[in-house]
Nanobody, 118 residues
Framework: QVQLVESGGGLVQAGGSLRLSCVAS????????MGWYRQAPGKERELVAA???????YYDDSVKGRFTISRDNAKNTVYLQMNSLKPEDTAVYYC????????????WGQGTQVTVSS
């Protein structure tokens, strides 16, 4: 069982930056692929960025060049650096984890609100 706790959300003006953090419990963090999802009001949850256990990254087209996902296995932590934020980035952001060999995310954090004002 993995528990995930996000932090770092808040209110920021358009063009600003935030860094989200997600700390995972357990001793096998390095074997998990990690993802950041977001869900805006009235919309489905979408995958924003992901990082595999080996460090390969994925980004949705809407955030490429603005967001950076990274991980620190020694700290059991995954980060999402968000720059040049836009009002359309406003959403609840969720951290998720899946064992490296699985295709679906099994563990989820409670979410952190990101609000970008225009």
């Amino acid at each position: 069982q993995v528990q995930l706790v996000e932090s770092g959300g808040g209110l920021v003006q358009a063009g600003g930056s935030l860094r989200l953090s997600c700390v995972a419990s357990g001793r096998t963090f390095s074997s998990y692929a990690m993802g950041w999802y977001r869900q805006a009001p009235g919309k489905e949850r979408e995958l924003v960025a992901a990082i595999r256990s080996g460090g390969v990254t994925y980004y949705d087209d809407s955030v490429k060049g603005r967001f950076t996902i990274s991980r620190d296995n020694a700290k059991n932590t995954v980060y999402l650096q968000m720059n040049s934020l836009k009002p359309e980035d406003t959403a609840v952001y969720y951290c998720a984890a899946r064992w490296y060999s699985r295709t679906t995310y099994d563990y989820w954090g409670q979410g952190t609100q990101v609000t970008v004002s225009s």
